[in-house]
């Protein structure tokens, strides 16, 4: 899979689960850039990604990710 | 909104969760509003975000109170200001296996994990009565899960060590208090766990990461099964079924096929699954569900195919029977009307997409669970918890008893050619008195939903129906109803205002289940009495039309009262002079409070 599919299928998410429309996100794009990025929408962000990517992370991967480019990196490494 | 009903998708839930809500509150309808404290023993953020919607499409609005993580122990035998302002109308305490305190070890005695279950129990059960005294409001506390292994292998379910036997013997004592605490409930995480699947369920990734005591995909399942509880606890329960027949209740069209011809009983695979969802029906019927037919067929046909000797449902099962074709949203509204309960609160059971699509576009707040096949029509209704039980009253028990009572009463009336013979035969016996306090409750309930016979159509909260109760200036009676076929329980109720030797009638009221028994003149001479005693001369009785209440226009003059005006808008006034009155209940022996014991 390509790094633009993984953005835009990402870019999907972000917005469903945020709930706005005019998120874009990049590489650099961490939590602090997104309103309602907390702790605990961070549990539901993660796993609408998985769905979406049909993967999992790694328990030691969801604590260490800085920000999105790094979790695009674990998607195109795993994604189907 | 159906995305919210069984069987839903979760991923879609959790994806479109801020929309959903958006959606909802924009609907424009009215809810009840509930105060929900939610005590946990893990992360309970995103449980609370399903259980709002899921409740929202119910039709309650709920305000939250959450636990700091894993503090319900200290919320619940401490609690805060915050949490005593907050006055909450539920309480529920959300543990899981994870908090149980300590586990039987291997080297434990028989009496020492005893003494563990003991404490382990005890714990729970002093928060409980803690939280009762406290905030006086119903509590839902979650059984527990199983664990997701088995230390011993398969003896862990029955050796005393085990912790799969610790667990289900701590559910076991959570059961018995249950069973004896009235406005306790367990929320059965134990069978939605398994019913998700155990492995998935327990995937530990989540407690170590988030402190979730579940996966988070299996939240929304979990909320709705919570929510399940919260609704019926706050009577938000569906009353009635309105079932299709063709190919919802056997398989093939009775028209086209003839009796002999439709799928029901023993025969074949799908013979047999409609035969188990036809018994499943039944058995909602002995919960107090009331079954009706609502299908497009000629009446004979739909009967002949009910009337199948392999089928589990017979013709008498159903209270009423509409086998026509006219549309199926008309037949529900009449349906609807005829057993006096609001459309809102019947589900309609139909395999038809484009029926079911039809009715809930066209009658709001009905529900209409997905029927796509045979072998899935019980879990479709059954998990939805339209009926989820909470409160398992006599009446429910007797409710299509009570029905059947009045077919019954209807039956014999036509084997006689005199109607006060009939009346006679009936052998009727009505207490007629001041209320008693604990009828007061059913009083005010019916002064709330009596809309037929109801020459006022005033309605009484419980505390101003106290205020009357207590107070010296009315006549108030109720009456309460026996025949041979059965208890009607309290039916009628009356209440006057005193003016000086003048009664002014504020409220007339009888329930329909009794019309054309003479009760209502069994209750003017109670009243009549009353008044004679107390000095009243006068009764003065108003008349208010509305809607629904053209039955009883006349019935003060029916009394014998003479009219003394009416206005533009047909309200009426009549009037009494207690001197002259002659009693006019001939068939109803009358008896009072001394009765009751």
Redesign the interface.
């Known amino acids: 899979m390509d790094t633009k599919t993984i953005y835009a299928r990402l870019n999907k998410v972000f917005r469903d689960v945020f709930d706005d429309d005019s998120i874009v996100v990049k590489p650099n794009t961490t939590a602090d850039d997104i309103d309602d990025w907390d702790s605990l929408e961070h549990i539901t962000l993660i796993n609408a990604v998985e769905r979406e990517f049909k993967m999992k992370f790694k328990m030691g991967e969801i604590s260490s990710m800085k920000n999105v480019g790094e979790m695009a990196d674990i998607i195109a490494s795993r994604a189907k | 909104m159906t995305e919210l009903e069984f069987p839903f998708d979760s991923?879609y839930i959790?994806?479109?969760?801020?929309?959903i809500k958006?959606t909802l509150l924009a609907d424009g309808s009215k809810r009840l509003k509930k105060k929900i404290a939610v005590f946990g023993g893990s992360?309970t953020?995103?449980i609370v975000v399903y259980l709002d919607l899921f409740l929202l499409n119910n039709g309650i609005e709920a305000e939250f109170y959450q636990s700091e993580y894993a503090q319900y122990w200290q919320d619940a035998m401490f609690p805060s200001e915050e949490l005593l302002s907050f006055k909450p109308d539920i309480v529920f305490i959300h543990t899981t296996n994870r908090n149980i305190s300590a586990y039987p070890c291997v080297s434990d005695s028989k009496e020492s994990v005893n003494q563990l279950l003991d404490s382990e129990y005890g714990k729970f059960q002093q928060m409980w009565q803690k939280i009762a005294e406290t905030y006086h409001c119903p509590i839902i506390q979650n059984n527990f899960e199983l664990p997701f292994y088995r230390l011993m292998g398969n003896k862990d379910c029955s050796d005393y060590r085990g912790r799969t036997n610790f667990i289900n013997r701590l559910n076991s004592k959570f059961y018995d208090y249950a069973d004896k605490t009235e406005g306790f409930y367990i929320n059965d995480i134990n069978f939605i766990s398994a019913s998700y699947g155990l492995k998935e369920w327990s995937d530990p990734?989540y407690w170590?990461?988030?402190k979730?005591a579940m996966c988070?995909?299996a939240i929304p399942e979990f909320s709705f099964n919570l929510a399940n509880i919260i609704k019926s606890v706050f009577g938000k329960n569906k009353k009635a079924l309105a079932l299709d027949l063709d190919n919802t209740l056997w398989g093939g069209v009775v028209g086209d096929d003839g009796v002999d011809g439709i799928q029901i009983g023993q025969e074949t695979g799908v013979s047999q699954s409609y035969y188990e969802f036809q018994s499943y029906i039944k058995s909602l019927k002995d919960l107090g569900i009331i079954l009706t037919v609502c299908s497009k067929n000629d009446h004979e046909n739909a009967v002949a195919g009910l009337e199948h000797p392999e089928g589990a449902l017979k013709p008498d099962d159903f209270i009423i029977i509409k086998a026509n074709w006219e549309n199926k949203d008309r037949n529900i509204t009449e349906i609807a009307s005829e057993l006096n309960i609001l459309p809102d609160s019947i589900v309609f059971v139909d395999d038809n997409p484009a029926e079911r699509g039809i009715v809930q576009a066209q009658i709001p707040g009905v529900s209409v669970p997905v029927m796509d096949s045979v072998e899935n029509y019980i879990i479709n209704l059954d998990r939805n918890g339209y009926f989820e039980v909470t409160n398992f009253s006599e009446d429910d028990l007797k409710r299509n008893e009570m029905y059947k009572a009045n077919a019954e009463r209807a039956a014999q009336q036509a084997t006689f050619a005199d109607y006060k013979d009939y009346l006679l035969s009936l052998d009727m016996v009505a207490v007629i008195d001041d209320f008693l306090p604990v009828y007061l409750q059913r009083i005010t309930q019916l002064s709330n939903k009596s809309n037929q016979f109801n020459v006022t159509t005033k309605r009484y909260t419980a505390t101003e129906m106290e205020e009357v109760f207590e107070s010296g200036e009315y006549i108030r009676l109720y009456g309460k109803l026996i025949d041979k076929f059965g208890d009607n329980g309290v039916v009628s109720v009356v209440i006057g205002k005193k003016d000086g030797d003048v009664l002014n009638m504020d409220l007339w009221l009888m329930s329909c289940r009794v019309l054309k028994r003479d009760m209502e003149l069994a209750m003017l001479d109670r009243l009549v009495e009353r008044c004679k005693e107390q000095g009243i001369k006068t009764i003065r009785g108003y008349y208010y039309p509305t809607a629904k209440n053209g039955m009883v226009k006349d019935l003060y003059g029916r009394f014998g009262f003479e009219k003394i005006s009416e206005d533009e808008n047909g309200n009426t006034v009549w009037q009494l002079d207690t001197s002259s009155y002659q009693n006019q209940n001939h068939v109803i022996k009358v008896e009072d409070n001394t009765s009751i014991k």
């Open positions: 991923e959790i994806k479109k969760r801020k929309s958006r992360t953020n995103d990734s170590n990461m988030y979730y988070v995909d």
